[in-house]
């Protein structure tokens, strides 16, 4: 006997090949999907017109379409009930979810089609000799809850875990309390077993005794009052929970690494051991390499990182530009400036030179010879020359667009594209791109390489089963491809044991933690202000709900449980609470603490907010991260023992005294204006002075640019007029 980690999904690879004929769309091909039905639907679209050829409609599309399908309502069942309420926008959207389906079916199965199947195989026998555990979950799709139904009735036995408050399970909780959606669904599966007729045992509950807040009094009194329990406010100053403010996102960032630091260094802690969490880690994707690297802190994100920018995929965007629109010229040379192209680079720059001061159009482009008689200055052989670039990088960018004409099935293009990549030899830049990156250390990076090549390949296949032999105009073609390309991501793992976890709430799965650090606990961050950013409205939610096809949950019940969210943040960490929130947006405009901070304070009355700016000697970094706080704080006139003691090691360690020096340097730099000598006024500007008020009006704007201009005599690309 073994144990097996898995999931459903997971579970759906291990079903009979009979039992699974057709495998699931990728989220690119679900766009994709989404774009060719909206292309489709588009005459017949009143409402949703504006907004069809938009291709962030698509991903709206797709979630709406998902989400009736996880919840079992045929596109039939939406129309009708369109037609009841008399709701217009909703007749679209079923017309719109029809092409979806159909545009889906017998080529590949939905998710909920696989749960479904799923169920099938698992009442056929499937697991029939396995112990079923589910845990993870704090509520069920209608699809998933069927998956669940055969579990219970085909397995030797299931548990299921539930995050509720044993206290709470029998009480009658509204729909504001923190465990409100786990009560639910703890019902909701209590019935379900009666119904399958499942014999159902005293329920284990789990009351945390010891608990891992047991000898953490303020930590287990944030639990409790939290979570709903309730619990006395502490008199004292909490050793346990700090609470920072900062200027903005980037100071956050920077005291919590020097903290981070100051734990591993001081206190024992491994990196492994602490965890920064964000409601949402997208805009700190930036600031890391910049803030952890320059402090030397090894870190992992758990967040999808899309593939749009990634070369390969910016290749092939750039090339389907071109066949589309032919005419500008903007789009050669973005594919011929990508990185994998063989004339990437200096060379590239020099041929985009030559063509803008030649005004060559696309159909220069199509001739085999340049023979462009030569402009002042250049050599007579440069066309030559420019000639076999052209040859050298645009060759199989030019025969791919011939191939095709001014449309095609996307099945030729599909194989134009593989032909074009095969040409400029992109699959051995990859796998060398890889092997560096793997050289260097650089696995995540390396992963980036390789998955974008998979995905890539993997999404031309699924294009041309759903678009098959159809023939689309170029660019109608184009759009839905740059709609699917826009679903790439990757999908890493930790690559190394000893990091710090970073990671949105909704995704952090690292329980055993001794130290989190909660980054931006500002209003409308955390809890995060929930937003109707979907095609189904609340009172669309509540119609459809009236007619017995339920949906998913409501703006409000989204709102509350963003409360759950928040306990997860909070009782992450066994030892050590962090929060911290910034004062301003990177725009500048102003931002105020959370609710939670609030509520924090009247818990903690002795709780202090501590400046994030301030750096003591616990958070010194060591090396080359300390260097600009030294030299400011040296120039600012803070003459503190501490600063004078910093700035006395480090103009005495080895490599970092210049660093040091040349830092200050630039802090206290004032511009000199010297006058230039006679002998280099003379080679600037001559033996003769010429004038006129244009030149005289453009120096008293600007002495530089009259400088720039006259004295340097500098001047724009040449460009043909």
Known sequence: ????????????????????????????????????????????????ANQAGNSGFAAYLTSA???LQAYQISPAALSQAAERLGNARLGELACLYQAYRQG?????????????????????????????????????????????????GHTRGLEIMLPLDPDQAEQALQEDAVFYPAWHEYAALSELARRQ??????????????????????????????????AAAFRDKPLSIRLIQAADRRAELEWAGREIIRLTREEGLSYRDISVLTRDSAPYAYLLPAVFGELGIPYFIDSKKPLLYHPLVELLRSALEVWAYQAHYRHIFRFLKNSLNPVAGPEADALDNYCLAHGLRFWDWAKESWDFPPLAGESPDLAGEMAALKTKGARPLLEFCASLGREAAFSQVRQGLLALLDQLAVWQRLAELESRALAEGQAERAAYHRQAGEKLTNLLEEAEQLL????????????????????????????????????????????EIKAAFLLTVNEGQLPRKAANDGLFSDEDRR???????????????????????????????????????????????????????????????????????????????????????????WRDGDQAPLWQAVRAHYGEAAGLGLALARVEQGLGFQPETRPLSGALLKRLYGSTLRGSVSRLERYRRCPFSYFAAYGLKLSPRREYK
């Open 1 to 48: 006997s073994r144990a097996e980690v898995t999931s459903f999904n997971r579970l759906l690879r291990r079903l009979p090949r009979q039992a699974a004929a057709l495998p699931g769309l990728s989220e690119a091909g679900k766009l994709l999907l989404a774009a060719s039905a909206l292309a489709d639907c588009r005459e017949d679209l009143q409402i949703f």
């Open 65 to 67: 379409a998902e989400e």
């Open 104 to 152: 889906q079916d017998g080529r590949f199965a939905s998710h909920a089609q696989g749960l479904a199947e799923l169920a099938q195989a698992i009442e056929a026998g499937l697991l029939q000799d396995a112990w079923v555990y589910i845990d993870g979950y704090g509520e069920f799709t209608p699809a998933e809850r069927q998956v669940v139904a055969a579990l219970m």
């Open 197 to 230: 007729g499942a014999e159902v045992l005293e329920p284990l509950c789990l009351r945390g005794e010891p608990g891992r807040f047991s000898q953490n009094p303020e930590l287990q009194a944030v639990e409790r009052h939290f979570s709903g329990a309730g």
């Open 468 to 511: 098959g032999d159809r023939v689309y105009p170029a660019a109608q073609l184009f759009q839905l491809l740059e709609a699917a390309l826009s679903g790439l991501s990757l999908s890493t793992i930790p690559p190394g044991r000893d990091q710090v976890f970073i990671a949105s709430l909704e995704r952090s799965r690292n329980p």
């Open 543 to 633: 119609a459809l709900a009236r007619l017995g096809l339920g949906l998913g949950p409501d703006l409000a019940l989204r709102q509350f449980r963003e409360n759950y969210l928040a306990y997860v943040a909070l009782t992450r960490s066994g030892q050590r609470l962090y929060l911290s929130y910034a004062l301003q947006e990177d725009d500048g405009s102003l931002l105020s603490p959370s609710p939670l901070v609030r509520q924090l304070r009247r818990l903690f009355p002795a709780l202090e907010t501590e400046d994030g700016g301030e750096i003591g000697p616990a958070h010194l970094a060591g090396g080359g991260a300390d260097l600009a706080l030294t030299a400011a704080a």
